[in-house]
C-alpha cells in the first residue's frame, strides 16, 4: 500500500463543485471515476486539503489516496491525464508516507482572487475573473489588507452557513498585486473559513470604493458578526493557489 | 431608416458557429433575437464580414444592420449589451452610410491563431489557445512566412469543402509573435477562404516541427491541391481580430 500526494490544477467553471454529490459534476467525483477505473472497479477514496465551491478554480489543490497499484510517480501523472478531462490537470504525484494527510499536514493555504479592473468586460475571461468596472483607491485597499493579518477570530468573515466553532485563523500574508487592468489579492493563512477570501475581497473592494475606511476593518473583525463586512465577491474570480506542508511556503 | 455598423467581440466556445441555423445556438441568432426584442417582435437580419466557424472567437467581428429606432450610437451599445449574454460583447456601434457593407466594403481582415506552446496544457486557456507541445523551430516558421506574401492561387490552403470558384487571395502581412510560453501568428489578407488561415496555421506548425522546409510553401502553393498543405490547426486558437474598411488598417 503506497499513499500519493497529488498536485491538481481545474478550471472550476463546469463544476458544481470539488466535493462530490449525487447530483452534478464535481472534481472529486471525475478524478475518483478515473482511479476506479484504473483501480478495475475497485473504489477509490480522494481526499483533498478542503472543497472549494461552484466555479471556484484551483492551480494548487493537493488531494491525497492509498493505492495498491505499483505504478511510478511520473506514469500516474501521464496516466491520470490521459484518462481526465481537459478542465483537470494533475501538475504532480509524488509518493509520501503514511503519515502524509492532504488536510490535517496542511500548514498554509494561499488562494488567489483575480479582478479585471477596466471598464469593457472581456468574454473571453469571463469566468476567470470578477469584472469591476468602478473606480478603485488601491493605496486605501493596501492599507486595509494590514487590518486583517495576524491571529483573530474571523467569524465576521465567515459565512453564516459555516459550521465550525472555533473561528480563528491566522493570516500571514494578503498582498494586492496590480499589472495593467488586471488586480490580484493574495492571501495565505492558516486556514480559511467558509467563504472567508471571497469575504475579504468583498471588503476590499467596498474600501477601494471609498464606502468604508481602511481602518473599519478593525471594527469589522471586533464585531464578530457576518452583517457588518462586505459582499461576498463571486466565486469565478477566486483561486485556490497552494498549499503548504512546510512552515515557509515552497 | 439608418444603417448600424457595429464591432463585436465573442468567445466562440459555446456557440455552434457565427451563422444562424435551425438547431443551436449562434451568434447571429443570438444577436438577432435581441434585436427583435428591442424591435417589438420585428425580425431583423444582421449582416456579418464573414461566418466564423464552431469553437472559433472574434475580437474584432463586424456586422451592419438597418432600423427605424432612433438611438444614439452609444446608448445602442448599452441596450445591447444589456440583454445579450455575457459570451458576446459589443464594442461599437456607430452610425454608417447606406452603402456601407460590412462584406463588400472590407478592404482586409486580420486573424489571429494563439497558441501555447509549453509542455504542460492550462486548463483556463484550453478553450482559447492550441496547446502544442512539442518543439518548434521559430526561425523557419518565420522564413516559411515570407512566401505567403502577395497573390496567390490559395486551393492548396482552403477546405476541399469550399466552394468559392476564385480562389486568388492577397495576403498582406503574416507574423509571428512569439511571448514567453505563447505563440501568435498574425495574418492580414484581402479576403480568406475557407479554412484557409487554420491550413496556414497547421502547415507552419510542421514547417516548425521540421517536418517541412520553410521553401516547400512555394511548391504546395503552385499545386494547387487540399492534400499538399499540412493539417487544418483545431478552431479553438483562431480570432477573427479585425476587418479594415480602410486600404491601411486602422
Known amino acids: ?14 463544476f458544481a463543485g470539488y466535493q462530490i454529490q ?32 461552484a466555479g471556484v478554480h484551483a492551480t494548487g489543490q493537493v488531494f491525497h489516496f492509498d493505492t495498491d497499484l505499483i505504478i511510478p510517480a511520473d506514469a500516474w501523472s ?28 496542511a500548514r498554509s493555504k494561499e488562494y488567489h482572487y483575480k479582478l479585471l479592473i477596466r471598464k469593457e468586460p472581456d468574454v473571453f475571461q469571463r469566468n476567470h475573473m470578477f469584472h469591476y468596472p468602478y473606480p478603485l483607491n488601491i493605496s486605501h485597499i493596501k492599507k486595509a489588507c494590514g487590518y486583517f493579518l495576524g491571529t483573530h477570530d474571523f467569524t465576521s468573515f465567515s459565512s453564516a452557513r459555516s459550521e465550525v ?12 498585486l496590480e499589472e495593467e487592468e488586471f488586480l490580484t489579492f493574495k492571501i495565505r493563512g492558516s486556514g480559511f473559513l467558509y467563504n472567508m477570501v471571497r469575504i475579504i475581497a468583498g471588503t476590499l ?46
Do not use: C, W
Not at 469589522?220 to 457576518?226: L, N, S, T
Open 1 to 14: 500500500m503506497a499513499r500519493m500526494k497529488v498536485t491538481v490544477a481545474y478550471d472550476g467553471t463546469d
Open 205 to 250: 473592494l467596498e474600501v477601494g470604493q471609498g464606502k468604508r475606511k481602511p481602518e473599519e476593518i478593525l471594527t469589522i473583525i471586533a464585531g464578530q458578526d457576518r452583517a457588518l463586512a462586505g459582499k461576498t465577491a463571486p466565486a469565478h474570480g477566486l483561486y485556490l493557489h497552494q498549499v503548504n506542508y512546510q512552515d515557509k511556503p515552497e
Open 78 to 105: 501521464k496516466a491520470l491525464n490521459a484518462m481526465l478531462p481537459d478542465d483537470i490537470y494533475i501538475k504532480d504525484v509524488e509518493e509520501v508516507s503514511e503519515s502524509f494527510h492532504s488536510r490535517f499536514s
Open 22 to 53: 449525487p447530483m452534478g459534476r464535481t472534481v472529486q467525483g471525475t478524478i475518483q471515476s478515473v482511479l476506479q477505473k484504473m483501480h478495475k472497479g475497485e473504489a477509490v477514496n480522494i481526499s483533498a486539503s478542503g472543497r472549494t465551491d
Open 165 to 176: 466553532a472555533d473561528k480563528v485563523r491566522t493570516i500571514f500574508a494578503l498582498e494586492v
